[in-house]
């Protein structure tokens, strides 16, 4: 078995299609709408397998920020760009672009090269090797 893709709700469709089409690489569909409910949609492929499904719809509300430091859910999740000096190019870029770096590159005490970005969401990504 094998994750098929991953599913974030926005009320920023373009911006999120945009980042991960620009920053990563990625691939989009034709946009789904669905004129009754109002949702739409993207798939987001990357070259080496794998998929996001950005979706939106006016009743979509910001989640509120939980107080605990480590609430339940999803962490993160991590795309591989495939070299050290990869991780910190694409790092540096999007830092130069104004996105939020949470950590920069670096060797991580379990031994994997990475940082950690955000997305337009404040989705966290780790990006790897």
Known sequence: MRIDHIALWTKQLEALREFYVTYFEATANTKYVNEKTGFESYFVSF?????????????????EQQEAEYPTGIAHFAM????????????????????????????????????????????SIEVTI
């Open 47 to 63: 070259s080496e397998g794998g998929r996001i499904e950005i979706m939106q719809r006016p009743t979509v509300s910001v989640r």
């Open 80 to 123: 591989s760009v495939g070299s050290q000096q990869r991780v910190i190019d694409l790092t540096r870029q999007l830092k130069e672009d104004g996105y939020v770096i949470l950590s920069e590159p670096r060797t991580t005490g379990d031994g994997y090269f990475e940082s950690v970005v955000q997305d337009p969401d404040g989705n």
